[in-house]
């Protein structure tokens, strides 16, 4: 089992920042990939931004640029930088860890609202 507890979420007006962190705990040694969604009211979960455990990482094309996606392996937590924040990006953000077992976990969700 893998617990996953995020932080960080806000309110934050049209071209500000925010940080997000995801801390990871219990059996942290068969995570690999980590990432961070988004689900808007009345939309579906989408993919934001994704790394490997040897750090590679990819990102949604909307927010290529703003966002920035980092893991520190020592602490088991991962970051998700946003910049140049859009009313747009307003939903509650995921933190997703996949597993060598295949088992998917998440954490709670933490809102973010951007406002113009």
């Known amino acids: 089992q893998v617990q996953l507890v995020e932080s960080g979420g806000g309110l934050v007006q049209a071209g500000g920042s925010l940080r997000l962190s995801c801390a990871a705990s219990?059996?942290?040694?068969?995570?690999?990939?980590m990432g961070w969604y988004r689900q808007a009211p009345g939309k579906q979960r989408e993919l934001v931004a994704a790394?490997?455990?040897?750090?590679?990482?990819n990102y949604a094309d909307s927010v290529k640029g703003r966002f920035t996606i980092s893991r520190d392996n020592a602490k088991n937590t991962v970051y998700l930088q946003m910049n140049s924040l859009k009313p747009e990006d307003t939903a509650v953000y995921y933190c997703?860890?996949?597993?060598?077992?295949?088992?998917?976990?998440w954490g709670q969700g933490t809102q973010v609202t951007v406002s113009s």
């Open positions: 997703n860890a996949g597993t060598t077992t295949q088992a998917d976990y």
């Open positions: 790394i490997t455990s040897g750090g590679s990482s």
């Open positions: 219990g059996s942290i040694f068969s995570i690999n990939a």
